[in-house]
């Protein structure tokens, strides 16, 4: 260890022996020396651990990232929303909960490659204003090519304070030579309100999943004030509020929410915590922006915290009919306590409860000491093994399983297929439910009564009043989307076409499946990809079957009618999966030519939940029937 190492060190230890001396001296002040004794103890073990580490282990340790493991490790058995940010993730923590930033109004990805490419462009933003498109791969930033550059570092580069100007070099599709680009950074305001709109006569819809994530941000109580005034709310027939897919946000936002919806003076949500100050009631305090309309409001999985907020407020105050499926079931408050300068915690603080006094928290996944979450997958990808078994229990069939852990944890075919074949025994232990830190409330069982009268439970998320499951993605739709197929065919799609102004006039054109299709089975244009089917896969597992032995002569005639028969699987699937396809090449090319919020409204083509809210929204004499008689665990499909 040199020497400056060494006073580096030195110094730390003693600070940390310092603030463990302080702390415990405040603590002895205020409860008494025996009250914290087993705090003093702690501190003191911690201390002799870190000292014991910096000077003896048998290579240099660096004193932040050895206290920033400790904390992450004072955590593992915490809820899953207690967490520590580092400098960059504070960041992004702020830029989400503020909804804005100093950028050019870019979302980029390296799609697997070592370029980042453009992927949306933000309306009004630097970057708009310049003409970069979707599909442009930025090489270049400042003459520094970006090949080797991690991808955050990028985005870093690209961020800044507003008015400050960057160059990149651009290397557009279709065009032979990169170009240099001169943009000047603005402030980038990420919008909770992605769409707002008469979407057919009479009926509005506005989208809460936003650009970006949307999220319960700063602004968006405002936002939403600006939407239902735009589209003189209270006149429609109906209103479809989406909060499908938004991870929530600012509680203060919540309430700014469903105060444009309930009379005043009604609870949107109370609070319990250890602390006092946090039993709080919030109540609507202003009379509602659209509080006559008929309203739908959508959810599923995705919807979690203030969006379940806004979605228990409105199903327990019968304001209106909550639809899709049983939302995610984030149920607690968190606290951002700073750590030094530039690091911060996120500590759960308090749990929530609806109006009719239920907690919709579901028990959380919870990981253990000597946990091994890194599965060995063919990309490192580390998968949280409680959700994964849910995942994997919740599906009816083997096919559905590899579709839902494909979707929902981004996992290759492949990965999502080794991941089921892995010994049960080396998953078990790995994850369990966290009914130690699951609030009062919250059983499945518990009964609540909406202002109205209606039966609602507790746990599990919110239960809409009427369930509508969407369409499961066939595995070859969510491999295509995956491996950027569709956004690499929109972007090629679109060189040298001319489109119309809007999306609203823009037909599909005839044989557009099959130019996509000529398109993927050139691997020039997929980076090699190739798409191994189902088929594929079992005859994998087969051939691995006869690793110690010869197959029989029957055997092998099997294998060889299978494997002829695999040949022409693609097309099979492919045939089975048209209309999720064709639907989502529609999306792909409504983003490169016309921006997020084409792509928004291409995705409610072929909506079954977005199909049916409006359906009962034409239908008042059904939907006030609901309204009446819904119960919150009854479920009503859709043909």
Sequence with gaps: MNRSSGKRLWAFTAFVAAVSIYVTLDWRLVKGADSYAPYDTALQNFGDAFDELSRSYFKELEPEELTDSAIGGMLMDLDPNTQFFDRRSLEQLRIRTQGKFGGLGIRISTKGGPVPVVMSVFRGTPADTAGLIVGDRIVKIEGVPTNEEDLQDVVDKLRGDPGDGVVITIDR????????????????????????????????????????????????????????????????????????????????????????????????????????????????????????????????????????????????????????????????????????????LKLTTAVYYTPSGRSIHKASGRRHRGSRLMLDLTDPVRVPVYEALSVIGEAAEREDAVTDLMQQFGLSGEDAEKLLRTDLNDLVGLGARDEENTPQGNDPKEVFKTSGGRTVHGGGGITPDVVVKRERNPRIAVEFGRAHLYFDFAVDYAI????????????????????????????????????????????????????????????????????????????????????????????????????????????????????????????????????????????????
């Design 173 to 344: 599709p279709g065009e032979d030579i990169p170009f240099d680009q001169h943009l000047t950074r603005d402030r980038i305001r990420i919008p909770s309100v992605g769409l707002a709109q008469e979407i057919q006569p009479g009926i509005g819809y506005i989208s809460m999943s936003g650009l970006l994530g949307g999220n319960f941000s700063e602004n968006t109580g405002r936002e939403l004030e600006a939407a239902l005034t735009s589209l003189n709310a209270n006149s429609l027939d109906g209103l479809i509020l989406d909060l499908r897919g938004n991870p929530g946000g600012l509680l203060t936002q919540a309430i700014a929410v469903a105060d444009k919806f309930l009379m005043p003076n009604q609870v949107v949500v109370s609070t319990a915590g250890r602390d006092e100050t946090q039993n709080q009631k919030y109540f609507t305090r202003e009379a509602p922006t659209a509080g006559d309309v008929p309203l739908i409001v959508l959810v599923n999985s995705g919807s979690a915290s203030a969006s379940e907020i806004v979605a228990g407020a409105v199903q327990d105050m019968d304001r209106g009919l909550v639809l899709g499926t049983d939302t995610f079931g984030k149920g607690s408050v968190q606290t951002i306590r700073p750590i030094g300068v530039d690091k911060a």
């Design 496 to 639: 040298d076409r001319s489109f119309p102004s809007t999306y609203s006039e823009w037909t599909t054109e005839s044989g557009l499946l099959d130019q996509f299709k000529t398109f993927i089975t050139d691997t020039t244009n997929t980076n090699g990809y190739r798409y191994i089917s189902v088929m594929e896969y079992r005859l994998k597992d087969l051939r691995k079957s006869f690793k110690d032995r010869e197959p029989t002569e029957s055997e092998a005639a099997a294998l060889d009618a299978l494997t002829a028969a695999s040949e022409n699987q693609l097309e099979v699937e492919f045939a089975e999966a048209e209309k999720l396809i064709l639907n989502q090449i529609r999306e792909a090319i409504a983003e490169r030519v016309w921006g997020e919020q084409a792509k928004q409204l291409a995705a409610l083509r072929g909506d079954t939940q977005y199909e049916e809210a409006i359906r009962l929204l034409e239908n008042q004499t059904e939907y006030q029937e609901k309204m009446k008689l819904a119960l919150a665990s009854e479920a009503i499909g859709v043909k």
